[in-house]
């Protein structure tokens, strides 16, 4: 079982930046994405990457966040600038696809983003 730790959340102004990072608890290749859940809202995808570093983005976030891996430190990040109230939620970090979804999540960061 691979435990995933994520940091970095906290609360900044509108047009500001944060980093979130997730940290498994070991050593992973497979696929690692990062998604968001606002009050009220399901939870959406953020940003993914693959094993290759290939990446995906939603609209929404594409040209102002950036996803990343870096393999010798086992850290999987997500840069967020120009940020804006509506992303304002807490993030999750995943990773390993299988048939039925992801198979291991993090417990969650809160971003809070005031206008």
């Known amino acids: 079982q691979v435990q995933l730790a994520e940091s970095g959340g906290g609360s900044v102004q509108a047009g500001g930046s944060l980093k979130l990072s997730c940290q498994p608890s070991s050593f992973i290749s497979c696929k690692m994405g990062w998604y968001r859940q606002a009050p009220g809202k399901e939870r959406e995808l953020v940003s993914t990457i693959g094993a290759a570093g290939d990446t995906k983005y939603a609209d929404s976030v594409k040209g102002r966040f950036t996803i990343s891996r870096d393999y010798d430190r086992r850290t999987l990040y997500l840069q967020m600038n120009s940020l804006k109230s509506e992303d304002t939620a807490v993030y999750y970090c995943?990773?390993?696809?299988?048939?039925?979804?992801?198979?291991?999540w993090g417990q969650g960061t809160q971003v809070t983003v005031s206008s």
């Open positions: 995943a990773a390993c696809m299988v048939a039925s979804g992801y198979k291991y």
